[in-house]
Nanobody, 127 residues
Framework: QVQLVESGGGLVQAGGSLRLSCAAS????????MGWFRQAPGKEREFVAT????????DYADSVKGRFTISRDNAKNTVYLQMNSLKPEDTAVYYC????????????????????WGQGTQVTVSS
């Protein structure tokens, strides 16, 4: 069982930066892949980034590649999403998720591949 709590969202101007954090509790965190997803009003939840249990493998959606960086600190049971050069189209509720096969180096990009979800944090980018 894993409980996830996101923080760090807010209102920022286009071109600005935000750092999201996701604090996890539960023993599974350190062996699970972690992902960030986002959902804008009227749209489906979409993949943003994922990181393997070890932190050595990462993958990004094309729309954020080069601007966002996912990282994790297993000692602190926390995963991060550093978001730079933000655009109005990045506005959404951002969710972190835990899942995938334990100790896998695979890339998990689908909502259905994750077992645990946080409550989400709002990110709003003004033009």
């Amino acid at each position: 069982q894993v409980q996830l709590v996101e923080s760090g969202g807010g209102l920022v101007q286009a071109g600005g930066s935000l750092r999201l954090s996701c604090a996890a509790s539960g023993r599974t965190f350190r062996s699970a892949a972690m992902g960030w997803f986002r959902q804008a009003p009227g749209k489906e939840r979409e993949f943003v980034a994922t990181i393997s249990w070890s932190g050595r493998g990462t993958d990004y959606a094309d729309s954020v590649k080069g601007r966002f960086t996912i990282s994790r600190d297993n000692a602190k049971n926390t995963v991060y999403l550093q978001m730079n050069s933000l655009k109005p189209e990045d506005t959404a509720v951002y969710y972190c998720a835990a899942g995938g096969a334990l100790y896998s180096s695979g890339s998990y990009r689908k909502v259905g591949e994750y077992d645990y979800w946080g409550q989400g944090t709002q990110v709003t980018v003004s033009s």
